[in-house]
């Protein structure tokens, strides 16, 4: 039997993982990727203030795994009838596959917004976004991030960090369509992000949907912003080898029998009938019960037996956590908090995620960067 896992994101590395220790040996896991490394996407906004972090959260992929072939190629489609994926250097056969090929950033045909921004998925539009927003530090001017997703807010935070620390005479400007930021997420944790993004001097303007751009100024439903620097977080939408789409799934987070879809790149509904958010948190999470859903349907084909029903779902977050610069916010059930204690836990579960996955220098590293931001830890 070969398994196919495309995408070494959160939800590929998680999956794959897990069925390198449960499998038996002569189960085929295959892991295709484009990229040679794994990204810890959810810390690439500190990359625009800190460069040296790019090596701390591109982990390579050779390490990670000990048994899978790991396949560096592009996937161009994902045929689920014929059980192909086919690659910019030829096909692959499957019994089952994972598509985990996470999201692209959406514009929404939005007149030209694509053409004057810079997104933030890779570890070259951090680069880039440094590269624009550097010389800024000296001239002075203003840079406006668009969409106050859980990207957008720590691309904003993490950029008045960085005019702070220069003592530069930068604008940052964060907008977003809907009447809060983090607009997905529960009322106290906006509150307490929009607190700590005002305080950090973020100019955060809601009600204010982006209509269209030029070269150096945005429309939006709040008046026209001129601005020297666009970075736009506004949308996600389904990879390319996916049409584009993010398919909806229900919670057994299956496209079809043989063929599961995890993390960003569908639309998941849990149990309850709760929309799945589009988060590294939800990734790593449904990774684990499609781990146990093919180790399940494994057991069974070794047995001659018919599948046994998909494992199911559930989405019960244990919180949110967002840096905004070097302050954080922490949602704990309940609870909110703010500052060293929330920076510090951040600093954890990136920490504990990292040796999760076997990067244990790396998870070093990041507590290091992390802390040391801050100046919570001596670098000397
Ligand atoms: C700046 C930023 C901050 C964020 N902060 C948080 C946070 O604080 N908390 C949180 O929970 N989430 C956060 N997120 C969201 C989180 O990073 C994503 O939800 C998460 O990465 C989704 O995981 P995934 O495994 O579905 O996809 P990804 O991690 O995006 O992995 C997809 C993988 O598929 C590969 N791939 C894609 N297309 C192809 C192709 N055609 N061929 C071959 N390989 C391909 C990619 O190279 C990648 O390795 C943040 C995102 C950003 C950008």
Same mark, same amino acid.
């Given at each position: 039997?070969?398994?196919?896992?495309? &995408?070494?994101?959160? %939800? =590929?590395?998680?999956? #794959?993982?897990?069925? $390198?220790?449960?499998? !038996?040996?002569? @189960?085929? *896991?295959?892991?295709?990727?484009?990229?040679?490394?794994?990204?810890?996407?959810?810390?690439?906004?500190?990359?625009?203030?800190?460069?040296?972090?790019?090596?701390?959260?591109?982990?390579?992929?050779?390490?990670?795994?000990?048994?899978?072939?790991?396949?560096?190629?592009?996937?161009?489609?994902?045929?689920?009838?014929?059980?192909?994926?086919?690659?910019?250097?030829?096909?692959?056969?499957?019994?089952?596959?994972?598509?985990?090929?996470?999201?692209?950033?959406?514009?929404?045909?939005?007149?030209?917004?694509?053409?004057?921004?810079?997104?933030?998925?890779?570890?070259?539009?951090?680069?880039?976004?440094?590269?624009?927003?550097?010389?800024?530090?000296?001239?002075?001017?203003?840079?406006?991030?668009?969409?106050?997703?859980?990207? &957008?807010?720590?691309? %904003? =935070?993490?950029?008045? #960090?960085?005019?702070? $620390?220069?003592?530069? !005479?930068?604008? @940052?400007? *964060?907008?977003?369509?809907?009447?809060?930021?983090?607009?997905?997420?529960?009322?106290?944790?906006?509150?307490?992000?929009?607190?700590?993004?005002?305080?950090?001097?973020?100019?955060?303007?809601?009600?204010?949907?982006?209509?269209?751009?030029?070269?150096?100024?945005?429309?939006?439903?709040?008046?026209?912003?001129?601005?020297?620097?666009?970075?736009?977080?506004?949308?996600?939408?389904?990879?390319?080898?996916?049409?584009?789409?993010?398919?909806?799934?229900?919670?057994?987070?299956?496209?079809?029998?043989?063929?599961?879809?995890?993390?960003?790149?569908?639309?998941?509904?849990?149990?309850?009938?709760?929309?799945?958010?589009?988060?590294?948190?939800?990734?790593?999470?449904?990774?684990?019960?499609?781990?146990?859903?093919?180790?399940?349907?494994?057991?069974?084909?070794?047995?001659?037996?018919?599948?046994?029903?998909?494992?199911?779902?559930?989405?019960?977050?244990?919180?949110?956590?967002?840096?905004?610069?070097?302050?954080?916010?922490?949602?704990?059930?309940?609870?909110?908090?703010?500052?060293?204690?929330?920076?510090?836990?951040?600093?954890?579960?990136?920490?504990?995620?990292?040796?999760?996955?076997?990067?244990?220098?790396?998870?070093?590293?990041?507590?290091?960067?992390?802390?040391?931001?801050?100046?919570?830890?001596?670098?000397?």
């Amino acid at each position: 039997m070969r398994i196919v896992v495309c &995408g070494a994101g959160y %939800a =590929g590395v998680t999956l #794959a993982r897990s069925l $390198e220790r449960r499998l !038996p040996e002569d @189960v085929e *896991l295959v892991v295709v990727d484009e990229r040679p490394y794994h990204l810890i996407q959810h810390e690439l906004h500190r990359v625009i203030r800190r460069p040296g972090l790019a090596d701390v959260i591109a982990v390579p992929l050779d390490s990670l795994f000990e048994r899978a072939t790991v396949r560096e190629t592009r996937i161009e489609a994902i045929d689920a009838d014929e059980r192909v994926v086919r690659c910019a250097d030829g096909e692959i056969r499957y019994d089952y596959a994972a598509i985990c090929l996470g999201a692209e950033t959406a514009y929404y045909g939005l007149p030209g917004v694509e053409e004057h921004s810079i997104p933030l998925k890779r570890l070259e539009h951090a680069t880039e976004i440094r590269k624009r927003v550097l010389p800024l530090l000296d001239s002075g001017g203003r840079v406006v991030v668009g969409g106050a997703g859980l990207s &957008g807010v720590q691309v %904003a =935070g993490e950029l008045a #960090a960085l005019a702070r $620390e220069e003592d530069a !005479p930068l604008e @940052v400007t *964060l907008l977003e369509r809907l009447d809060s930021v983090a607009p997905n997420f529960p009322e106290n944790f906006r509150t307490a992000v929009t607190q700590e993004l005002t305080e950090r001097g973020v100019d955060v303007r809601t009600r204010a949907a982006v209509r269209r751009t030029t070269a150096d100024v945005i429309e939006t439903d709040d008046g026209p912003i001129p601005y020297d620097a666009f970075v736009w977080t506004g949308g996600i939408r389904g990879p390319g080898a996916l049409c584009e789409r993010r398919p909806p799934v229900r919670s057994d987070l299956r496209l079809d029998a043989r063929t599961f879809v995890v993390g960003d790149a569908a639309k998941a509904v849990d149990r309850d009938g709760e929309a799945v958010p589009a988060s590294a948190q939800a990734a790593i999470r449904e990774a684990r019960v499609v781990a146990d859903s093919l180790v399940g349907i494994v057991e069974s084909w070794d047995a001659g037996g018919f599948g046994p029903r998909p494992e199911r779902f559930g989405f019960d977050s244990p919180g949110w956590l967002v840096s905004v610069g070097d302050g954080a916010v922490a949602q704990v059930g309940p609870s909110v908090l703010r500052g060293r204690a929330a920076l510090a836990l951040k600093a954890s579960v990136g920490a504990g995620y990292l040796s999760s996955v076997g990067a244990v220098r790396n998870a070093v590293d990041l507590v290091d960067e992390e802390l040391g931001i801050a100046g919570l830890v001596d670098r000397d």
